[in-house]
């Protein structure tokens, strides 16, 4: 039996069969239900992580901050802070675009 078979027959076993095209067209999203319905995991997933890498950030500016001089160590901590927060900052700039171009009712 050629590896091709066997990984068509695994796949068929762990997903299941293909669905038929005549029944695609009932499994797809508009655009309105697919930002409502997906973009809500993005969302939370930044949320959440947002005190988990601030957290990391500063267990490693500590840990950087024993093993070098005080004031390097403090830059570097006070950088890395800087930059998540700049980062942040563009992420919701590019969130509130990314609304307001969907919705131009909100650009007022």
Not at 22 to 38: G, K, P, V, W, Y
Not at 58 to 77: D, E, F, Q, R, Y
Request: glycine letters at 8%; hydrophobic letters at 50%.
């Amino acid at each position: 039996m050629p590896i091709i078979s066997r990984l068509d027959n695994l796949r068929r076993v762990l997903v299941g069969s293909p669905s038929p095209t005549s029944a695609q067209h009932e499994e797809r999203f508009n655009n309105a239900d697919a930002l409502a319905i997906l973009s809500s995991d993005a969302l939370s997933s930044v949320a959440y992580a947002t005190q988990e890498i601030v957290q990391v950030l500063g267990m490693a500016g500590s840990a950087a901050l024993g093993l070098t001089l005080p004031i390097t160590g403090l830059v570097a901590g006070a950088s890395l802070s800087i930059d998540y927060l700049l980062t942040v900052a563009v992420s919701v700039a590019a969130g509130i675009a990314a609304l307001t171009s969907y919705f131009p009712g909100l650009d007022t």
